[in-house]
Structures are given as structure tokens and as C-alpha cells.
């Protein structure tokens, strides 16, 4: 008797595995996931500035040892290439994010305004240029700018980097302006404005949370970019990310030295993300 | 202050026509609506007459200029958009100074004119707030007052009450009716609402599938409407139909349905005289059906089993099913009670008939 009337009180209920926590237990378990990917992605950066504030003979202890020092710093930063790298990453990410929102906020526009042969063409070209592998771009890109003279220079490395971003960003861009409604266009064209007018005194200033979040997201990309820096830049045009690989050499590994220099790089990261966090997360849920 | 016409217009997006030549003039300072179901091109020729959309052939003048080839900001035209089409980024009083500081006006002016807009609008306590701040009813308000303060020669209205609640877009109707009073400008108005058409316009433009089926004033197009479509589109509930065979006998002609015939004098609608042996579709408003016997020879009468009843409070309607047809009747006392399934006698006058042709 009573074996049908349990068979019938569980298929009654739903059969999760939630179902079988106590009321409550569904958040706290929820908690500890959250938590658990949280120390997974903050255990490595922990380790990072561990390392930074070892001597050089304690790298390969760090789990040890008690002594910490501010040295690795002040070495690394006394290093004029060290400088010079920090100041280039930061130029060439601020010139890249500055170029680039120039050409997607355009061309996502026109992506997402206009029809016909161009847009289309446009579309096609940016389309087909996506699929292309990132790293399958290096080497060309290597030989293109030993052509035009412009190999281990600002501007070529700005270059490519503007083409990535305008690879990729073009269709975020294009999905902000969708967002928009058009007709806050036209009335600003019967109000007096010119078409560009429009673009410019309209729906530019209606996409600016979908801009800050862009900017930001092309300025972090730029600062962490090591393969196009590491192809096509040299002694010239020294770049924090390939300075920061260089401790490892055919003399050893200066792995504290190495984690002071990415702690550097850390820091403009994280108050880029710190204060721009709020802008990624309301502009790209336009 | 201008008038407008629309000479020949057409437009086609590639092969697909969108209208297909529409002439209209509108007289300075009137008011006219542009009706029709939805695609039947009257955002179209509205956008064509803002400059927004390009014309595939004729001439659009505004003030006896032609102004086919003329942007949309030098045509001196103001809209109302159906989702408002404020900017987001700016406050309410710079929205409605926006078009005048593109046209250089010297900016005591524009307080002016942001002033006098604001009184008529009341809309004074909004003037420092975000459009997102608004209701829909405020931002419709907004959107009237940046058409004000422009004083363009022409509005255009596209849809400007379709996106509020019903209780709010009958007080709109009825304060868009009142700024018409104060502020007399040539307007055309786009809408796929009959009331709002028949409530606002001087003349109404019944069109479908780009073509204009009707222009007129309202009353025209509710006591001659041109063919079944606008009979059908213009008045609420719609215009019975039912397909009858014509006869003629002794003066008289006979209407001949399923399982019921009327007689009609012929001297009450001669235009069933060419139709004698075929067929016509007769209408019949639901508010000129009475129930009961005919009384008279003017009147004529039909029988029908009642399907349903709708309580309105003030009147009911009905639902009767005469022969092949279903049959509205409007205006019926709602102390009545009536069953479904009951047979209905009811009668309608012969000068409320209405003859068009075809199916």
C-alpha cells in the first residue's frame, strides 16, 4: 500500500537536487560557488604581489618565507626601460582607444543606420576580416610594416591595434546605436541639423554610456596586447607587456622582478576597471 | 502659415510600391488626417512630406515652393513623432530650444519663446527635468511644445497618441483639439484610429495599400463613404455588409438574399439601376438598424436569430445572424433581455442604405 503512495508524493515533486536543500540553502550554496570562483581568479594575483615583495632568493619559497621587501620596486622602476615601456603602453593604449572610437562609433552607426553597396560592402570586409585568426595577422602585419617604414614605431603598432579594435568593436557599437531609437535623429534633421549633425549632437551623446564601456574595453585589451608589441616593436618602442616577459633571459629568471613589473602594470588596470566597471556592465546591457 | 500639396506622389522602395499617386491639397491653417490600416502608406507620404524620405516621382510644395529636393531642415516644418523622439541627453527646456539655437535665434527669443509654449502646454514645472523624468503624457507635451515654440509653417503628426493608455490618449485628443484653437497652423496627422480621424480633421484621407480611397470631412465620409473600404473603416462598430441579387419589377427593385428579399421603391435608390441582374453589397450602419417591424414603405425589414449580446450600460449590441450574414444592430434599449437564439425582427430606413459594388 504505502510503496505507491511514495512513488506518487516524489514524482509530485519537482526532483532537483535544490529540492533537497534545507529553505536557505539554495543562497548559501550559491554564496560558496561565488566565492570559491572569486579565490580561484584572485589566488594568482595574490601570488603575483607575493612574489613582488620577495628577495630574489625567496621567490621559490614564497609560501615560507617572512621576509618582504619594497626592493624588486624600487629596481625595477629605477630601470630607464622599465619607464619607458610604462610610458609607451599607457600612450599607445590612450592614442588606440581614442583612434578607435573615432572609426567604430562611425562605422557602427552606419552599420546600423544605413542600407545599400557600402554598408554592405563595409559589413562583408569587416566580417570576413574577423574570422581571420588574430595570430594569423602578425606576421603579415610584421612584413606591411617593415614596408612602410614604419616597423618598432607608434604608429605601427597604433595601426594594427585600431584595425583589431575596429574589427571587433564595430558590431558592439553597432548594437548601442540599434538600441537608439532613430526618430530622436530625424526630429534633430527637421530641427535644423545636418545628417552628421544628427550623428553628432544626437546620437552620439544618446550612446555615451555604450562609448565608456567601448573605451574601456579597447584601452585594457591594448594595455594587455603582447603579441602584435611582441612582433612589432623593438629596442625603438619598448612595451611594458614585452619588458615584463623579458626578466626571463638565458641567465635565469628574475621572477620577482618580473611580478614587481606586472604589479605595476596592475595598478592603471584596476583603476581603469575599478571606475569604468559600472559603465562596461550599463553599456553593454543597452 | 502655408498650404501644402502633394502633386502625383508616389514612392516604392525598389519594385514594391509604397504610394502610388496621390494628389492632395491642404489649405493653410487646416487640418487634415491621414487614416488607413497599418502599411497602407501614410507614414510614408508623411515622411515624404517632412523631407525625411525621398519621393520616386511628382512634386510635394509647402507655401507654393516645390521642395523636392529641399533637406528636412529647410522645408520649416515641425513633428510630433509616435514614440516622442525626445533627446534623452538634454533637459526639457533644451529639447525645445534645441531647433531654435540651429536657427540662430537670439536667445531672450528663445526664452520667449519656451515661455509661451510652457503657458499653453502647461508644462512650466517640467522645463529643468529629463525627458526619461516624464510620463508618456508629459513627453507628448514636450513633444508638442518643441513644434510650438519653432512657429513652422506646417506640424506633421505621426501616430503622436498611439503609444499612451486609452483613458490618456482621449484627453490628449481632446487638448490637441484645444491647441488647434490657440495655435492655428496647417497641420496633417497620421493615425490608424478612426475616432482620433474623425474627432481632429477638417478632412480626413482614407488610404489603402497606397492609394487614397476617400478625402473628405468626416461627415462626408460617414454619410457617403466612396466604396466598402472606407464604409467599413470609418465608424465604430463597422458597416454591415451583405451580398443581395438585384431584380427590377413595377417600379420597384428586389434585393434577394439566401432565404429573404426586400423591395425598395425605385425611386429611392436609383443608383441599383444599372445593377439590375447582378449583384450588390448593401451597408448598413449598426445605429440605423431599429428593432421591430418596417413601418412603411421607406423602411424595409429582415428577420435573423440573435447569436450574442454585448452590454454597454447605455445601449446594447447585438450579433444577428440573417441568413449568411452576421448583422450588427447598435442602440438597442439595455433594460432588454433578450436569449440567445431568439428570432429578431428589426428594420432599417431606405435612405440608410448604402450600395457599393463587388464582394
Redesign the interface.
Known sequence: MSAPATALATAAEPAGFFSLLAPGGKRVLFALTAVAVCLLFAFPVFWLVLTSLRPASGVYYVHRGTEFTLDNFNEVLSHELVLKALFNSFAISTLATVLSLGVTATSGYMLSRFRGPIPNAWFSLIYVFRCVPYVAWVLPLYFVTQQLRIFDTYWGLLLPHVAVHICFFSWIMKGFFDGI?P??E?????????RW?AFLR?AL??A?PGLTALAILCWLFTWNEFLFALILTAHETPILTVVMAQFVHELGMEWNLMSATAVIALVPALIVTLFGQKYVLRGLRV | MAEVALINVQKSYGHVPAVRDITLEIKDREFVVLVGPSGCGKSTTLRMI???EEISAGRILIGGRVVNHL???D?D???V???Y?????MSVRDNLA??LR??KVPESEIDAAIARAARILSIEPLLDRRPRQLSGGQQQRVALG?CIV?NPKVFLFDEPLSNLDAQLRAQMRLELKELRQRVQTTSVFVTHDQVEAMTLGDRIVVMKDGVVQQVGTPLELYRKPANRFVASFIGSPSMNFMMLNVAAADGRFSLTGEDFRFEIPAAAAPSLGPRVGGSVCVGMRPQHIRLGKPAGDHQIGFTGTLLVTEQLGDEQLLAVRVGKSEIRIAGVDPDLTLASGTQIEAAVSTDNLHFFDGA
Not at chain 1, 186 to 194: E, F, L, P, V, W
Open positions: 531609437d526618430s530622436m530625424y526630429a534633430a534633421m527637421i530641427d535644423g541639423c545636418t549633425g544626437v551623446p544618446s555615451v | 517632412a523631407g525625411l533637406a528636412p531642415r522645408r516644418i515641425a513633428m513623432f509616435q514614440n523622439a525626445l533627446y534623452q541627453h534645441f531647433g540651429n536657427r518643441r519653432r
